[in-house]
């Protein structure tokens, strides 16, 4: 394999392990501990890999960077998802997080022309002090 697609390999499987991690609701500082994981059994499986295990870089800036990319990525297909929009809707649920905190979760549903339907989570915001039904 030559250089440049074991670099692409190793950033690619970088994305997939920040992916798993977010969608699991992990600490970022997970990558290091799975890559501890990842190159103990490359020892034992394939030793003759050990090396493009370890350019994988699962470090907890490299995974926030990767979820702050991947976020990005989302908001831009979203956004360009609701162009095609011939009406929407808004929705809004409460909720309270583990810190006491209320948690506006703001869907929005649209319409496009064939008459298809599709619904995404826009935002979630934080809400601090009281939540009256003015708020």
């Known amino acids: 394999m030559k250089s440049t697609a074991k ?5 690619k499987a970088s994305f997939i392990v920040a992916e798993e991690i977010a969608h699991a609701s992990k600490s970022f500082s997970e990558g290091a501990f ?39 990525n989302l908001t831009t297909q979203l956004v ?13 649920d409460e909720s309270i997080d583990n810190t006491d905190t ?10 496009k022309s064939d008459l298809s339907i599709t619904e995404e989570l826009l935002d979630v915001a934080a809400m601090h002090g009281t939540t009256t039904g003015q708020d």
């Open 34 to 72: 799975l890559k501890q994981c990842m190159l103990k059994v490359c020892e034992q499986v394939c030793p003759d890999r050990l090396q493009t295990f370890k350019n994988v870089s699962l470090s907890r800036n490299t995974i926030a960077d990767r979820v702050k990319e991947l976020a990005e």
């Open 80 to 92: 360009e998802e609701t162009r095609s929009y011939t009406a929407f809707s808004l929705a809004v």
């Open 102 to 111: 209320a948690q506006l979760s703001i869907f929005i549903r649209g319409v």
């Open 7 to 11: 670099n692409e390999a190793a950033v």
